[in-house]
């Protein structure tokens, strides 16, 4: 999970998450914002020239990708921690794109498979865009 820590990071610097003397947050919550900077078509497109949606029925590349990060937010170590998390909360997720919530052996298969130059193309086309806005640390 090492590069996908290195998007959400890099990502998380760019992403303003602002809250008010209460709790409550202003807008989108942190995670909202993450996945709203993710343009759905091309990175299924980078799936598809990547051969990473080979075999897959149900768990495309997007839906993969969005759970992952939710797991690099929340410091998931291992994939029952990842589901159990996201089960009771599945129907709160469909907004973002997850049509289904994975078992963990999906999950397990598509990090197997699924080739990470498709989370590659992912990191660079979104550092390409917004790069200037990164701070210098990045």
Do not use: C
Not at 72 to 96: G, Q, T, Y
Request: aromatic share 12%.
């Amino acid at each position: 999970m090492h590069h996908f820590e290195t998007v959400a990071w890099s990502l998380q610097n760019i992403i303003p998450v602002t809250m008010n003397k209460g709790t409550h947050f202003n807008g989108q919550p942190m995670y909202g914002k993450l996945i709203s900077l993710l343009d759905k078509h091309e990175f299924l497109k980078f799936s598809r020239e990547k051969k990473g949606e080979r075999y897959v029925k149900h768990f495309d590349a997007y839906q993969h990708l969005v759970v992952i990060l939710y797991a690099v937010i929340k410091r998931f170590d291992s994939l029952r921690e990842i589901i159990d998390s996201m089960f009771p909360v599945a129907r709160k997720l469909a907004h973002l794109g997850i049509n289904m919530m994975p078992r963990r052996s999906t999950l397990s298969d598509a990090n197997a498979r699924r080739p990470e130059t498709v989370f590659e193309s992912t990191y660079r086309s979104l550092y390409a865009r917004y790069k200037d806005e990164l701070s210098s640390d990045s």
